[in-house]
């Protein structure tokens, strides 16, 4: 005991002002690396990656283990290499979320954009139920602060440049028509590509019934900000991938919901606070709207409350959980 408030009373002897701002700045890094990386794979492979190095550095300190002691001392640099590869999508969503590269969705929220994007939204949402009720397929893809452009240009998407509206995009995904196949990208109101080819999720996690365009849907909200909706063209049904989860079976409301507490609500904290995307513990606060999540942490089976009080149908299916 004595060692130790020796020890305790030699640190804070040394504690100066750099080492206090140092340490401010560590925390901080930490916190914004936690922050980045709570309801994503990356937090659960981190969890495993330091249970399974703290339990190694224990047994070799505890047992006189040489080779094992070799092993786990010599290992720890290539750890080091290994984290920009096992974590490569969350990096690159860190510094995207840095730079902010798109226009659309940087600029202060004036009425007439906001109103522009709820129009969007409401066009967005109507086709959504028609192509349900002709189980027809679609996939759409909002674009936020990480711009889609290469998405475009690598997948030979067509360019469509044309204001969001029910009929066109009904139009789009009339089965069997050239533009039909791939992802519609959509920049503030207007579409600008057809036919894109999203990257695929390699999340294994997901449930063995969905196909690719459930798997693109996720691939693309796993790479960038962007919002994608996805109506299947089996079961008619209408899902939203966010932050690499996907929320299914969505109702009417819940999606409009759903896109104006992405890309409304938090535009107008954005002029505020300088949020440009909508963070883990956003989507956390916005429970309600989600009734039912796919992938990532099991969400309770019990409903959540609406802010009015009620609660909200959760469907009594279970919910998937990631890896
Ligand atoms: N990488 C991709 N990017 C964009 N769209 C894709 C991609 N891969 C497949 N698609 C679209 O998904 C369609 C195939 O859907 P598939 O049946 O495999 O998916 P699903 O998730 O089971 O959806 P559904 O419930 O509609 O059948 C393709 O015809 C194509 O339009």
Known sequence: MDALLGLLASLFSRLDLVAAIEIIIVALLIYGLLSLLQGTRALVLMRGAIILIVSLLIIVNIWPFQVLRFLVINSLPAILVAIPVVFAPEIRRALEQIGHTSDWFNRPLTQRTEDAIRIMISEVVKTCYTLSSQQWGGLFVIERGTGLQDVI???????????????????????????????????????????????????????????????????????????????SEETGSVSVAVSGKLYSNLKREDLTDMLIALLVATRGQSNKRRIRRVSTSTLASLTHFFPKELTGKNKPEAAPNTPNGSQSKVSSKTTEKSG
């Open 153 to 231: 240009t690598k997948s030979r998407g067509i360019l469509v440049e044309g204001r969001v509206s029910e009929q066109l995009l009904v139009n789009i995904f009339v089965p069997n028509t050239p533009l039909h196949d791939g992802a519609v990208i959509i920049r503030g109101d207007q579409i600008i590509a057809a036919a894109a080819i999203l990257p695929l999720t390699d999340n294994t996690s997901i449930q063995q019934h969905y196909g690719t365009r459930h798997r693109a849907a996720l691939g693309i909200s796993e790479n960038s900000d962007a919002v994608a909706i996805v109506i």
